[in-house]
């Protein structure tokens, strides 16, 4: 199931932060402030890894195969799993993934 998530086009694409976001590191947990918005969000420490990895990847494919060599995961589901997660972040006006 992807939801209308365009597997091959959204993997290619980079991971762009909402102008309007300010995040940080807390131990073990990503804070986002969602200026605009007025409201912020927490990453648990698995959200926190995947979190760092995409926002300092060239392109969300790059920031899969990361994960991917860090875990015994099956790589479709983990790429299943990272695009709905971006597609939340979407959602929630955090960011996108734009093609470069």
């Known amino acids: 199931m992807n939801d209308g998530v365009?597997?091959?086009?959204?993997?290619?694409?980079?991971?762009?932060?909402n102008p309007g976001v300010l995040w940080q590191v807390f131990g073990l947990r990503v804070v986002v402030l969602h200026l605009d918005r007025k409201c912020y969000y927490s990453f648990d420490e698995m959200g926190t890894q995947v979190w760092l990895i995409l926002v300092a990847a060239e392109n969300v494919?790059?920031?899969?195969?990361?994960?991917?060599?860090?875990y015994d995961v099956n790589i479709n589901q983990l790429r299943e799993d990272i695009l709905s997660f971006c597609e939340h972040l979407s959602d929630l006006e955090i960011g996108q993934v734009e093609t470069i």
């Open 6 to 17: 365009d597997l091959n086009r959204d993997v290619n694409g980079c991971l762009r932060l």
């Open 61 to 70: 494919e790059q920031g899969i195969q990361q994960i991917y060599e860090q």
